[in-house]
């Protein structure tokens, strides 16, 4: 089991690191989006939880990463108004990402798995469906995952 204390864990990683405004009280790991419905404030954006049209659909993976800054680690979530930092991901990337528990399912995750964004929660399944996109593969193994929990994953940039 993978026990990192930080959402990226790639050395010396390459992606694009974002920050913006947070909108809700999202956990480090979870996927947002742009909150459209906010104007920018001194310049920077507002996220939110991603909340697209349906589980895996295709759009920016932008990571909410912990508040090192701050003194918050990987478990403590944000509020709402809080300044934030976010990370898109090139192929190959590292990372942990937020479990959803889906509530009469056994939701076990294998080493290779496909993993897709839950619609609404930000957090992520197994591939279930047809989804447009599946933009990270299992790195360990979870047996009966709780909610929330961290999964060591890798970006496949699909």
Known sequence: MADFETIVVSGAPT???????????????TMLQLDAGVAAVNGRMS????NGAADGEQALVAI????SLQGKTVDDAFVTGTYGRLYCPIPGDEMQVRHNNVAGTADDVVIGDKLIVDDGTGKF???????ESEPF???EAKVDPTADS???V???GH
Do not use: Q
């Not at 996220?47 to 991603?50: A, K, N, P, S």
């Not at 399944?125 to 989804?131: E, I």
């Open 15 to 29: 992606g694009r690191f974002l920050e913006g405004i947070i909108v809700g009280t999202p956990k480090p790991g």
């Open 137 to 139: 593969i299992a790195l």
């Open 125 to 131: 399944n197994v591939t279930t469906g047809s989804p």
């Open 154 to 156: 890798m970006y496949t």
């Open 150 to 152: 961290l999964v060591h």
């Open 64 to 67: 909410l990463l912990e508040d």
């Open 47 to 50: 996220w939110e939880v991603f």
